[in-house]
């Protein structure tokens, strides 16, 4: 072995990338069917100070004996000591996060991913656009931009979901239609309860309610692939640059760090590289959504 | 670098003071044609005439199945390395497996240092050794048929000595503790080094020409090529647990039998096998046997390229011999490059 080797070697003893930290469950919010929002605090103080993160990057969590999922962060860096993370109830180590209560403990290690470019996004416009829980890693950028109102232009959040019933987190996005210095435009494709205020139609047709400079806006993007297909079409229509098409994806993960192998796409490992991928980086790379 | 010339009769001498810096593993013959690298025990087992071992290198760095961690409820997960201190010399290492785990060395560095494999890396030593190429063996075409660094010691064989060339600080003690052994190198055995030398290179049966393959590969993305191959692979994944560079690994809890206690395991896995790219809710971005074929030729051939800058195939062959569907690396890169079958449809065009 050569000698950067070895210092990376007695570093790499300071440091175990795969430590999972232990965090307790604090409250657990039922948002839509198998839908919850958990919230977890680091057991370790020290933890609960150093841990921050940038919008759109996710954790490894662990619950003890079933393995380790990926998970976006939904919390904002700017709401510190307790990580929110929006749960599908999907798999083995999710089905076992909704057997526990609060106070159980779980592993969290990370934040891991690239998340959202935020510094380079500053001074522009902000358009988020969501569809049914694709709203979960976008909802750390979303209250990242609304507690930093100041260092953005306009913020219009769109967000789209099949049923009123499948709105995630319909409290908090109905409250914010009210909110200032926010255009908050929400739609479901049918509304079979008679109870929904709010528009009614697919995802796309918010597109008629946003006046959009595209010059000087970032497009951030998540929801299911027939989302990403047709508000694409809308944003390339408008002439957005590649650049400025913000997508999160979803992967096998097994290690978060760029070593297992699961999550590649073409060239590029969606664990380092991603989960936050340009438009530009998607037409590039095959598979990808 | 250093160079230092040891007579093949004073090999078994050599040898046996080896054992003072690690246990000592070295190609052994199993069943009629087979070779395996393990513990030696005694000198006239090791095989040093081998081809290629069945198992590349990888398996004493990155462990065919190794605990990461052992965990509880009350004490958290606690990092485990098995082996950690165990002081390995493998001896007689082919050129291509060294630079195999250079490459190994590429992916578990990096932005998040991967201390199990390092770890191991750190307290293992290598001898290496040259050999002679057989007709499955193209490591020349992947610039992996010599090595300038990556071992303790390379042995050259010259006729009746070997050319030692001195690699690192343990190579160097190594050499120090057997010095007598050891003689100066004449002009002469330089010669014969040189001659043997360009004689092996001659020597290749195999070539493939690689250079602009990578772009090649994107072209050739909607080949029908890849789903002939798709319709012969069986997914078995045999070619990625022989292969020196392949590096995937799945990860599992393991409960004990008092349901409060286990170990987090990481075990060898491949993308051939389906469930590599499934992720929970049942999308599966890697469905069918032909893009998941596919997707192995592209990452080592096409992903490797644009985030380390070369291949990660070192040509060592093993996948052409473990493959039970006779599924031969070289022809299928012949193929894509269009030297055998002269062309072939492209159904798909660049669509992804």
């Known amino acids: 072995m050569d000698t950067t080797q070895l210092s990376m070697a007695h570093h790499a003893k300071e440091r175990n990338p795969y430590q999972p930290q232990l965090a307790r469950i604090v409250r657990i919010l039922p948002m839509v069917k198998d839908n919850y929002l958990f919230q977890f605090r680091f057991l370790d103080e020290a933890m609960v100070k150093s841990f921050t993160h940038r919008p759109g990057q996710f954790v490894m969590l662990s619950v003890l004996g079933t393995g380790e999922a990926p998970i976006s962060i939904s919390s904002s860096p700017t709401r510190p000591g307790i990580i929110e993370l929006c749960v599908r109830r999907a798999g083995r180590v999710t089905e076992a996060l909704y057997r526990l209560n609060h106070n159980d403990v779980v592993g969290i290690r990370g934040p891991y991913g690239n998340g959202f470019p935020i510094e380079e996004m500053q001074g522009n416009s902000l358009l988020i656009i ?14 990242y931009a609304l507690d930093n109102r100041s260092l953005f232009k306009d913020v219009t959040l769109m967000y789209g979901a099949k049923s009123p019933a499948d709105v995630i987190a319909r409290d908090e ?13 929400l739609t479901v494709d049918k509304d079979d309860t008679g109870t929904w205020k709010e528009h009614v139609g697919l995802l796309p047709h918010l597109f008629d309610y946003a006046t959009i400079d595209s010059n000087n806006t970032y497009a951030a993007v998540c929801g299911p692939p027939i989302v990403f297909k047709f508000v694409l079409q809308k944003l390339l229509e408008r002439n957005f640059s590649k650049n400025r098409i913000l997508m999160s994806l979803e992967r096998r993960m097994k ?13 590029k490992y969606t664990c380092i590289h991603g989960p936050i991928f340009t438009y530009w980086d998607a037409i590039n790379l095959p598979e990808i959504i | 670098m250093r160079y230092l010339k040891l007579p093949k009769e004073k090999m078994d001498f050599f040898t046996s003071v080896l054992h003072k810096f690690g246990e000592i593993h070295a190609p052994l013959k199993k069943g009629e044609k087979h070779f395996t690298f393990g513990k030696i025990p005694n000198w006239s087992a090791v095989a040093l005439e081998y081809n290629r071992t069945i198992l590349p290198l990888k398996k004493y760095f990155l462990k065919p199945v190794d605990t990461l961690f052992r965990f509880s409820i009350g004490k958290g997960y606690e990092p485990t390395i098995e ?7 493998l001896f007689g290492v082919h050129s291509c497996d060294i630079y195999a785990l250079k490459i190994l060395d590429l992916v578990f560095a990096g932005m998040y240092v991967d201390n199990y494999y390092f770890t191991r890396r750190s307290h293992i030593g290598i001898i290496g050794i040259d050999c002679v190429p057989d007709e499955h063996c193209f490591c020349h075409s992947m610039r992996a048929d010599t090595v300038s660094d990556g071992f303790d010691l390379f042995l050259s064989d010259i006729g009746d000595a070997y050319l030692a060339l001195v690699g690192t600080s343990l190579g160097d003690d190594i050499v120090l503790a057997t010095r007598p052994l050891f003689q100066e190198v004449t002009r002469a055995d330089i010669e014969e080094y040189k001659r043997r030398s360009n004689e092996r290179t001659k020597s290749f049966k195999t070539d493939v020409e690689l250079r602009d393959f990578a772009g090649i590969m994107e072209m050739e993305y909607g080949s029908a090529t890849w789903k002939d191959l798709g319709d012969r692979c069986l997914s078995c994944g045999s070619c990625s647990m022989v292969c020196p560079t392949c590096y995937c690994y799945d990860v599992y809890d393991e409960l004990n039998l008092d349901q409060a206690s286990g170990q987090r395991k990481r075990i060898w896995d491949s993308c051939l096998r389906k469930e590599h790219a499934l992720v929970a809710g049942g999308e599966n971005f890697r469905e069918h046997r032909s893009d998941r074929v596919k997707f192995r030729y592209y990452h080592k051939q096409r992903g490797f390229v644009a985030e380390y800058g070369r291949p990660s195939c070192v ?15 070289v022809e299928v890169i012949e193929k894509i490059r269009g030297e055998e079958s002269g062309h072939y449809s492209i159904e798909h065009g660049a669509s992804r």
């Open chain 2, 315 to 329: 040509g060592c062959g093993r996948c052409i011999v473990a493959c039970p569907a006779k599924i031969d690396i």
């Open chain 1, 130 to 143: 969501a569809g049914g829980l694709g709203l979960a890693p976008l909802r750390s950028l979303l209250w």
């Open chain 2, 83 to 89: 082996d950690a201190d165990k002081k390995l010399l």
């Open chain 1, 173 to 185: 996005l109905v409250s914010l239609t009210n909110r200032q210095y926010l255009n908050c435009l």
């Open chain 1, 255 to 267: 290690c978060g760090v760029g070593k297992c192998g699961h999550c590649s796409v073409g060239y």
